[in-house]
């Protein structure tokens, strides 16, 4: 009895977080802002050779007067030619800079301590970052830049898989695009309703002046990973206001993954961050423990009671299904896309458990 409580408390708690994200695209604010601002677009990188050339290229090609940007790219001891294609772009473009991590110190994640020293170094008011395997659109900068109103702190971005065919697209390539799709749909949600849980440094930015009044990664340092969510919950504490950007030039690519194996590994990695939230954002603590709650309920009761586990389903498979098909054309997102969305949720169960137990527990690999 105790169980069938909670799966049908965590049930409500879920679908009350459904209607509260669907909540935050109706009350969006889309004003621009289109003063012109200084840009420190930072790349943390490590053993990116096959993909830094095609970024730096997207980069320095983009609408935003490059006198008013600067690229730095910080090659995390990488042991390919990341280091050596940079070189290469930085001999032709004068806003392109280059810094080498040899060691990193014990008390900082490596990450942190890469992007931290590329913070230090730069200059730009704006702090903008995506990742070394990302692609960005020509109207990029331009397009992040103009969420910055004057009240706003922090501007977080949605990232895609890419997948340039998709009816030839993999199994796991096209559960990876949905499950993006959700993750950042739930997280613009709840950024525009006022609730900062999520975001990703495949596509933020942020003013120096605030990151650097949280203190930066300090209170952090320590922590495996998020360098972004966890840098947002600062953020949040310190009354910071963030906003999701909407803009379809703002949205990037980024390369999916090889293999199920690297799959779990990155989504363990970022599931790592959930118990820090307790202290970082009890209500973030909150969701995230009743969609475990609901998911692990719904595994159990397919054992115990498939009459119960099919009543759950349902009831989570609708209250997703309608948000999806009211928000995903935002995020630039053909229809046909959504016929995968049935399987994605019969899968997302099972995959929730292992992602969440491999991440508390910290079994997940870095990048060699």
């Given at each position: 009895m105790?169980?069938?409580?909670?799966?049908?408390i965590?049930?409500?708690v879920?679908?009350?977080?459904?209607?509260?994200?669907?909540?935050?695209?109706?009350?969006r604010?889309?004003?621009?802002n289109f003063?012109?601002?200084?840009?420190?677009v930072?790349?943390?990188?490590r053993?990116?050779?096959q993909?830094?050339?095609?970024?730096?290229?997207?980069?320095?090609n983009?609408?935003?007067?490059?006198?008013?940007?600067?690229?730095?790219?910080?090659?995390?001891r990488?042991?390919?030619?990341?280091?050596?294609?940079?070189?290469?772009?930085?001999?032709k473009?004068?806003?392109?800079?280059?810094?080498?991590?040899?060691?990193?110190?014990?008390?900082?994640?490596?990450?942190?301590?890469?992007?931290?020293?590329?913070?230090?170094?730069?200059?730009?008011e704006?702090?903008?970052?995506?990742?070394?395997?990302?692609?960005v659109?020509?109207?990029?900068?331009?397009s992040?830049?103009?969420?910055?109103?004057?009240?706003i702190?922090?501007?977080a971005?949605?990232?895609?898989?890419?997948?340039?065919?998709?009816?030839k697209?993999?199994?796991?390539?096209?559960?990876?695009?949905?499950?993006?799709?959700?993750m950042?749909?739930?997280?613009?949600?709840?950024i525009?309703?006022?609730?900062?849980?999520?975001?990703?440094?495949?596509?933020?930015a942020?003013?120096r002046?605030d990151?650097?009044?949280?203190?930066?990664?300090?209170?952090?340092?320590?922590?495996l990973?998020?360098?972004?969510?966890n840098l947002?919950?600062?953020?949040?504490?310190?009354?910071?206001?963030?906003?999701?950007?909407?803009?379809?030039?703002?949205?990037v690519?980024?390369?999916?993954?090889?293999?199920l194996?690297q799959?779990?590994?990155?989504?363990?990695?970022?599931?790592?961050?959930?118990?820090?939230?307790?202290?970082?954002n009890?209500?973030?603590?909150?969701y995230?423990?009743?969609?475990?709650l609901?998911?692990l309920?719904?595994?159990?009761?397919?054992?115990?009671?498939?009459?119960?586990?099919?009543?759950?389903?349902?009831?989570?498979y609708?209250?997703?299904?309608?948000?999806?098909?009211r928000?995903?054309?935002?995020?630039?997102?053909?229809?046909?896309?959504?016929?995968?969305f049935?399987?994605?949720s019969?899968?997302?169960?099972?995959?929730?458990?292992i992602?969440t137990?491999?991440?508390?527990?910290?079994?997940f690999?870095?990048?060699?």
């Amino acid at each position: 009895m105790a169980l069938l409580y909670i799966a049908f408390i965590s049930l409500a708690v879920y679908l009350v977080y459904i209607l509260i994200f669907r909540y935050g695209y109706k009350k969006r604010n889309e004003d621009l802002n289109f003063k012109k601002l200084q840009i420190s677009v930072v790349i943390a990188a490590r053993n990116e050779e096959q993909n830094i050339g095609k970024l730096l290229t997207a980069l320095i090609n983009q609408s935003y007067s490059m006198e008013l940007y600067e690229i730095i790219v910080v090659d995390d001891r990488s042991t390919d030619r990341t280091a050596e294609i940079v070189e290469q772009y930085k001999e032709k473009w004068a806003n392109i800079r280059l810094l080498r991590i040899k060691r990193t110190p014990e008390s900082f994640s490596p990450k942190k301590f890469a992007l931290s020293e590329a913070i230090r170094e730069s200059s730009g008011e704006i702090i903008l970052l995506t990742d070394a395997d990302c692609l960005v659109t020509k109207y990029w900068i331009e397009s992040m830049v103009s969420n910055f109103r004057e009240d706003i702190s922090m501007v977080a971005g949605f990232s895609r898989i890419y997948i340039p065919d998709w009816k030839k697209g993999s199994l796991l390539n096209r559960f990876e695009f949905f499950d993006f799709l959700m993750m950042f749909m739930a997280a613009a949600g709840a950024i525009l309703s006022g609730r900062y849980f999520s975001c990703s440094n495949q596509n933020l930015a942020y003013r120096r002046k605030d990151y650097e009044e949280v203190g930066g990664f300090e209170k952090i340092k320590h922590l495996l990973s998020g360098d972004d969510v966890n840098l947002m919950q600062l953020f949040r504490k310190k009354k910071k206001k963030v906003t999701f950007s909407l803009i379809r030039h703002s949205f990037v690519y980024t390369q999916p993954v090889n293999s199920l194996k690297q799959l779990i590994s990155q989504r363990s990695r970022w599931a790592s961050n959930a118990k820090w939230q307790l202290t970082l954002n009890p209500e973030f603590f909150f969701y995230l423990a009743a969609t475990f709650l609901l998911n692990l309920s719904i595994l159990v009761f397919i054992i115990i009671n498939w009459q119960v586990a099919i009543v759950l389903f349902a009831a989570k498979y609708g209250g997703e299904c309608i948000f999806v098909s009211r928000h995903f054309q935002l995020f630039e997102t053909e229809r046909k896309k959504l016929a995968f969305f049935p399987l994605w949720s019969v899968l997302q169960p099972l995959y929730i458990m292992i992602v969440t137990i491999m991440g508390l527990l910290n079994l997940f690999s870095w990048k060699p």
